[in-house]
């Protein structure tokens, strides 16, 4: 749904699936729809691609829903920045979420929602927190098991991603304090053990929409004390 370049065959049992979707689609229906329609990025419908996109605007009856032609939609994307996993950080519960990071495609076409529509105000889908760092800790542990294999290492993000539990998810997912520049690279992801208060883990860097200058994220997806080299499955 976002061009991803990795598959991993029978990737989940159908009980998984039903567990996962929700979250996903919390995503990528919504808060990057926007996004994935502009950059045409791929999708099992083609044919389904929206012809047309919600913004939201505040009237003195309530919140309003706009549907806007493509055409006339200005896209943005629209990402967390948030500081490295609490299990690095510490449960800093204050502080957890540090901002948004948005990028807009083509600013000028705000104008157009006042000459043509009439809005004065408005604004995007919302980004759900919760489902993009169960999403997050999904891609993660997709790629730890695709590149080292299922058995091999301690996993540790099953639970925050199919119980849904947040402080397992904060515990392991969490971002980079540094601002990366853009990328000729569409999304990002690799693997490096970090060592942490006399533990070893095996951290995934993912950083989607690198050549929009988006944030990258560290996920911590296993533990591997005892184990003295890990290497790629063939």
């Excluded at 699936?17 to 929700?22: A, V």
């Excluded at 919140?63 to 510490?90: D, F, R, S």
């Excluded at 080292?148 to 402080?167: A, M, T």
């Amino acid at each position: 749904a976002i061009n991803g370049e990795m598959l991993l065959p029978r990737a989940s049992c159908r009980n998984c699936e039903r567990i996962i979707n929700p979250f996903e689609t919390a995503i990528l229906r919504s808060a990057l729809l926007g996004c994935r329609t502009h950059l045409k990025l791929k999708t099992k419908r083609p044919k389904d691609r929206p012809k047309s996109l919600p913004v939201f605007s505040d009237t003195p009856n309530g919140q309003v829903k706009t549907m806007i032609p493509v055409e006339h939609y200005p896209a943005t994307m629209i990402l967390l920045t948030i500081p490295p996993p609490c299990l690095i950080n510490g449960p800093d519960v204050i502080s957890w979420q540090r901002g948004v990071f948005t990028y807009q495609f083509e600013p000028y076409k705000n104008k157009l929602l006042n000459a043509i529509y009439r809005l004065t105000n408005w604004a995007h889908a919302s980004l759900d927190t919760f489902s993009l760092l169960r999403m997050l800790a999904k891609i993660a542990h997709g790629y730890a098991v695709a590149v080292y294999g299922l058995d091999s290492l301690q996993y540790v993000l099953r639970d925050g991603i199919l119980n849904g539990d947040i402080s397992e998810l904060r515990r392991y997912v969490g971002g980079d304090e540094a601002t990366d520049p853009p990328t000729d690279n569409l999304h990002e992801v690799s693997s490096s053990v970090i060592e942490f208060d006399g533990n070893r883990y095996l951290q995934v860097r993912i950083r989607l929409f690198a050549s929009l200058g988006a944030p990258t994220y560290n996920v911590i997806a296993a533990r591997i004390d005892g184990i003295d080299n890990i290497f790629p499955v063939s």
